[in-house]
């Protein structure tokens, strides 16, 4: 690894974080949280996940059901939830929407904060590794860091569905650094453009009937509607 890249307190973090990734269940706003696994021997740390008003009623059943829970998201819809419901406001944690889950995550398990300012502790990300600001640059949209773009491509390019903080914990296993993936990112950003730019020299438009109209394009030969 690049010595830049990834610090000892960020190998710390990755150590930490591992140890909850046999017991990571992904959740989305479709399927019910699934709370039945969750006992008082359970500490629930919920990441990235907000509760709208037809889910509020799992935020209190892991309330219930878990040991402790501890509660980091940047969502508005989570702001609003304890607008309406202020005891919510009493969960460890903090909800703030000025940088990615993964960056408060961090920042509150990790980052050190004088009391006196702890207002404005989650108001800037410098003090993250450099991965964690391109990956909130590019999740939160600020456009900060051309890199960022880079980075997120080139570890998509990876084809592993695999935690981040693995990923760079165990770096003898994939033997990539913070640079290496956005020298792989510019490479499939570059083919994504010229992709883009031929597709659009040869597109044209269709009349598909019933008022409908589409742009064709011949991708490899094989024409696409």
């Known amino acids: 690894m690049v010595a830049s890249s990834v610090d000892c307190e960020t190998d710390k973090w990755a150590v930490e974080a591992s140890k909850y990734t046999k017991n990571f269940v992904e959740l989305d706003h479709v399927k019910p949280v699934p709370t039945d696994?969750?006992?008082?021997?359970?500490?629930?740390?919920?990441?990235?996940?907000?509760?709208?008003?037809?889910?509020?009623?799992?935020?209190?059943?892991?309330?219930?059901?878990?040991?402790?829970?501890?509660?980091?998201?940047?969502?508005?819809?989570?702001?609003d939830t304890i607008k309406k419901h202020p005891e919510y406001a009493e969960i460890p944690g903090v909800i703030n929407t000025s940088?990615?889950?993964?960056?408060?995550?961090?920042?509150?398990?990790?980052?050190?904060?004088?009391?006196?300012?702890?207002?404005?502790?989650f108001d800037s990300t410098n003090d993250l590794p450099k991965y964690l600001q391109y990956v909130d640059d590019w999740d939160c949209w600020k456009q900060q860091f051309e890199a960022s773009r880079y980075f997120k491509y080139g570890f998509d390019a990876a084809g592993v569905d695999y935690p981040?903080?693995?990923?760079?914990?165990?770096?003898?296993?994939?033997?990539?650094?913070?640079?290496?993936?956005?020298d792989r990112g510019i490479t499939v950003v570059q083919y994504k453009e010229a992709q883009y730019k031929y597709l659009r020299k040869g597109a044209y438009k269709v009349n598909l009937g019933g008022g409908l109209k589409a742009i064709a394009i011949n991708a490899d030969r094989k024409s696409v509607v």
């Open 37 to 79: 696994i969750l006992d008082k021997d359970t500490t629930a740390i919920i990441v990235d996940y907000s509760f709208g008003d037809s889910e509020v009623k799992y935020l209190q059943e892991i309330i219930d059901k878990a040991g402790s829970v501890i509660w980091i998201d940047h969502h508005q819809t989570s702001l």
């Open 99 to 121: 940088m990615c889950a993964a960056a408060l995550t961090y920042k509150y398990f990790f980052c050190k904060v004088n009391p006196s300012e702890i207002d404005s502790f």
């Open 164 to 182: 981040l903080h693995l990923f760079f914990l165990e770096k003898e296993k994939w033997g990539w650094n913070t640079k290496e993936i956005i």
